[in-house]
């Protein structure tokens, strides 16, 4: 059923005015739904992706794996790669991490894990905007927490982080960071949270990192103290010295930093899926039988890239992906079947693994059209809050093809003892007088 929903169900659609709306529901953010239209105009695909229960339900389980196995010290002291900043251990546990997945034949694998996944809150809003013209669609669910609740878990969210850090109430002031962020293809998403922040009685501010210094024991910017930051940064070490004040802070305890270095360090480079996948350590290190299932079935199998093997990686390129251990975007990453020497020489110089490819699935979007896609999962202590997918063409993701972009996925709906989101006292929300500019550039 949901292969041919995937193929030839066109009965639920993007609903522009209602995305309009939701974009623009706030004052404050009035010219978001413009800059995405000039700037980004394939940042929304027109149509959801269907997923099913049993997928979804394999996906959640994958992610669990993961959770029980990085819980070990033995997994931890294995992380050789690690940089020193990822020793120190921060109370939070880093928000919005994202479990991409390809969904096969064989049901999903898990690809990659990225510690500061974006599209979050534009997924959010892109579940509150779509139409179904018939029943037997309406049902379906597009996650485990309802869009409707989707702002107030994600808020729930960072007061947890804030809580977990050893603070009281909520934060004062949070900078949501990036380097040249009205640059950043995101920046939209930077505004929608920020006025979320606002509305939930805390202030926010959207900066680059030079715009932050470090005086008197505390993080601040030209107005004041910044108390959180919400960190959007891809130097995942803070090791550029633009990035000195944020550091200093984040090892202080200055500042309460997520997602942060230690987080990316046990999740998300990439040589970590080599111990996830290596069924002899795992059984030494004591995993549980069905963990160790879960994780050797739901994880595509990667190895690094060594110049001893690095005929044999050559002769079998067209079953492998390359990808930098440290990279995230799609960047520098490459199937094995459209590599030259050229870029073949560039990987053995690098840093860098080979996993095992997994085609994606696909979604029609027209007659004679159809697109790949990978599903995100958004997580938060172990938990999913958002499911979305990406629709694209060529060999990666990359929000910039006609058609494509982020869409709904729609599953049929949890049984009542699965239901739940965060485990954290709901934030009030406080109404805030607030500006919004609608400058900057998406890319």
Known sequence: MIETLNSDCFCVSLDAVAL??????????????????????HLFAAHPVFVSRQHVDAMAEVVSAVEAVVALSAYREALAWAPEIARFEPGA??????????????????????????????NAVL??????????????????????GLEQAFMNMFAAEWRSSGRDGLPARIAIVDDQPEQQFLYPEFLLFAQLFRRFGVDAVVHAPEELVFEGGRLRDALGPIDLVYNRLTDFALAAPVHAAIRTAYLSGAAVVTPHPRAHALYADKRNLILLTDADRLRSWGVDPSVQETLLHGVARTELVTAPDAERLWADRRKFFFKPALGYGSKAAYRGDKLTRRVWGEILAGDYVAQELIPPSERRIAVESS???????????????????????GQTTNLRTAGGGFAPVLTTPLRPRDEGAVATAPVRTVSRASSFSPTGSCG
Do not use: W
């Not at 309009?20 to 105009?41: F, N, W, Y």
């Open 20 to 41: 309009r709306g939701a974009l623009e529901a706030d004052p404050a953010t009035r010219g978001v739904h413009k800059m995405i239209e000039e700037r980004c105009p």
């Open 93 to 122: 546990r880093g928000v919005f991490m994202g479990y991409d997945f390809h969904i096969g034949a064989q049901g999903p694998r898990l690809i990659e894990i990225n510690t500061n996944a974006g599209g979050a809150m534009l």
């Open 371 to 393: 697109m790949k896609l990978d599903v995100r999962n958004y997580v938060y202590a172990g938990k999913v809050q958002l499911l979305a997918a990406r629709l694209y063409q």
């Open 127 to 148: 579940g509150r905007a779509q139409r179904a013209c018939c029943p037997e669609i309406e049902h379906l669910v597009n996650g485990p927490i309802p869009a409707s």
